[in-house]
């Protein structure tokens, strides 16, 4: 049971590029998230999705897409990457939101990816 | 605007002692709230929760309270340990607030030997 794993690790890019980072989940969990983390502030939710074929804006959407094809991944996507997007990204899951008992509220995170973009 | 707020960046506690981690929230519809632990090039792992119906949940060394008037949770850990040398997150979620998990900046706790 490998919980949530995420791909890759670490990242370079230069301005314009795109890329695609994976987010995995074997725990069949409906929702999954993707966070950014930048020095001295909290996470800050960028997409989400509540179930397979269905993705939302969060907090921070600018600059990135997302799609869910399958209920145990998460894909984001950054089309023209920009040095603002240098950031270290998390993704996250939970079996369910809004529902009872709460504890099925509970995120789960992946280890990150680092990305830098030059 | 941070809802969620944690206003020590940084703690340090001697081995076997208390260590009382402070986190403060804005918004009142916010019924879920829990506390991650994250090391360095990690990510935050669940370490403990708590409802809004309840004001202490309590898991081996770690104890959180609620005080829903004052909108105040702590986090302690009891005794401190130099492996429980983290980042400790606060976080809080409610049915009315939309689906992220609203953070706190993070409170780096050191343990001393």
């Known amino acids: 049971n490998a919980g949530v794993t995420q791909t890759p690790k670490f990242r370079v890019l230069k301005t314009g590029q795109s890329m695609t980072l994976l987010c995995a989940q074997d725990?069949?969990?409906?929702?999954m998230y993707w966070y950014r983390q930048d020095p001295g502030m909290g996470l800050r939710l960028i997409h989400y999705?509540?179930?397979?074929?269905?993705?939302a804006k969060g907090e921070v959407p600018d600059g990135y897409n997302v799609s869910r094809l399958k209920k145990q991944n998460f894909l984001l996507g950054l089309e023209s990457a920009a040095p603002s997007q240098t950031s270290v990204y998390f993704c996250?899951?939970?079996?369910?939101?809004?529902?009872?008992?709460?504890?099925?509220?509970?995120?789960?995170f992946g280890p990150g990816t680092r990305l830098t973009v030059l | 605007d941070q809802q969620v707020k944690q206003n020590s960046p940084s703690l340090s506690v001697q081995e076997g002692r208390i260590s009382i981690l402070n986190c403060d929230y804005t918004n009142s519809m916010f019924d879920y709230f829990l506390w991650y632990k994250k090391y360095p090039a990690e990510g935050p792992t669940f370490l403990i929760s708590i409802s809004s119906i309840k004001d202490k949940n309590e898991d081996g060394r770690f104890t959180v309270f609620l005080n829903k008037s004052a909108k105040h949770l702590s986090l302690h850990i009891v005794p401190s340990q130099p492996g429980d040398s983290a980042v400790y997150f606060c976080?809080?979620?409610?049915?009315?607030?939309?689906?992220?998990?609203?953070f706190g900046k993070g409170t780096s706790l050191l343990v001393t030997p």
């Open positions: 725990m069949n969990h409906e929702y």
């Open positions: 976080a809080a979620s409610g049915r009315n607030s939309g689906y992220a998990l609203n």
């Open positions: 996250a899951s939970s079996y369910s939101r809004g529902a009872y008992p709460v504890s099925t509220d509970t995120q789960y």
């Open positions: 999705s509540v179930g397979e074929g269905t993705t």
